[in-house]
């Protein structure tokens, strides 16, 4: 079942990549936006990035477990 663990492991860190990459990007439209309406804008359309990065996070470590859980 090692095979699962670290496949679970790469998941989980693509997914930690998406989050760092989610954080990067509000911080810079953060101070780039002149108004509170171009940030809110920014930030809807870093949304469904950043719960898709959480999602891939999140099922990765359920796999690592399962595969922990497995051996």
């Known amino acids: 079942m090692d095979f699962l663990i670290w496949g679970g492991a790469i998941v989980s860190f ?3 990549v998406g ?3 989610c954080i990067i990007k509000a911080r810079q439209a953060k101070n780039a936006a002149n108004s509170d309406e171009e ?3 920014a930030i809807r359309k870093l949304i469904p990035w950043n719960m898709g990065a959480l999602f891939l996070s999140t099922i ?3 796999i690592v477990i ?4 497995l051996q």
């Not at 399962?66 to 859980?69: A, P």
């Open 66 to 69: 399962v595969g922990i859980f």
């Open 19 to 21: 989050l760092i990459w």
């Open 14 to 16: 693509i997914g930690l």
């Open 39 to 41: 940030l809110n804008a």
């Open 60 to 62: 990765g470590l359920m």
